[in-house]
């Protein structure tokens, strides 16, 4: 029933997460886990990513999602790592890793944080490229996302 | 009372945090915004009353008709794109 | 749009399977990997597994499920990885890796294989305990996963 | 025709594969079934009508009801329990 969360400028390793995660859960039969990363599309090519955080409140607000997540699924687990700063296209932004008995709860642990995350942790993205910085604009669709865990 | 501000609103502020003595009157978030509106000329111009903004006290998000209360922190930002 | 499958006794290494997936994928924004691991608990101790499978059929059943998940959820790639003979406690069995634009499309994506893969494709564990071996019983639970993907 | 027995059937029939001419009547995978039965003590011992068993003709999971044909082989299996 363990909780890790680190919000950290520095790049990660997403598979040695994944190896350094399962090491110690023998009792562990699934693991979930969601890698974020910078994307640059054909229609909307960007060269780099930089996150602002509010970083007592991010903190705070994800380790209270992961909390959630375990009392809610039953998980044996849960981490989550998330960056802020500068970071290049194909780098990983946030990762979120759901251990548990079967899959299904694994599943849901991970992508519920990812929902929570995607709206309520203080986190702005800005996009850099070739016609300079952007913000990104929330997407209604991430606030809609939520909704299914109140069914 | 400290007003901490985030993305595009601190980039068009040009400023992150503010200290500022709030008058009695305000009692509710709500309320602090009109207040910024009103005595902050460069807040009025780029979060009018339209614009789409969430707020947090003492790192707890929080819904305009909330008390400010023993809150030693308030921040002021856009919607979230984490993740 | 790329499917791959494979069936193989060797151990394999969870995180550099999902750092070789990731690698080559710019447009992915999101990454979801399901592992299932050979697990032990306190109420019903085992020392190992071992799973038969029917390799030609086995592996015709996988690829199907995964073109369905590219197809269905507009994937960029899923990879798939399932191990047969005999795996201890802490191993991995199986792996599943979607990778899309968005999300939700990955978790979907990895979890509809999960779901199929559970009940269709063609492998038998056999645990072995203290008290001998044993073969496992198809879960209830297992059969009717399936349905969310109907509604 | 091959037939090809998985998992504790293939245990308690202490056999893998087997060859087998199956007579005109047999059309469909449950006539199979039955033919086996009346033909082969060991397989109406392991797998009594009751067992709940599922079948496969050349790699493709298939119904009771579903014709050979002209498929090579039939596999006879428990419900997997892969994954």
Known sequence: MSVKVTIQAEMFDAGALVNQFTHDLPEAGAVTTFTGLVRSTPDKPIEALILEHHPTMAQKQIERFAQDAIERFNLLAIQVVH????????????????????????????????DWLKTDAPFWKKEVGPQGTDWVDARETDETAKEKWTK | MIIRYFAWIR????????????????????????????????????????????????????????AIGAAKE????????GG
């Open chain 2, 74 to 81: 308030v921040s002021i930002f856009p919607p979230m794109t």
């Open chain 1, 83 to 114: 960056r802020f700063g500068e970071m290049k296209v194909g780098e990983p932004i946030v990762q979120v890793m759901a251990a548990s008995h079967h899959r299904q709860a694994a599943f849901d642990g991970a992508n519920y944080v990812m």
């Open chain 2, 11 to 66: 980039e068009r502020l040009n400023r992150d945090t503010q200290e500022l003595d709030l008058p009695n009157e305000v009692k509710t978030v709500e309320d602090l915004l009109h207040h910024l509106r009103e005595t902050d000329e460069d807040f009025a111009a780029v979060v009018p009353p339209e614009t789409t903004i969430r707020l947090a006290l003492d790192d707890e998000l929080v819904e305009l008709d909330t």
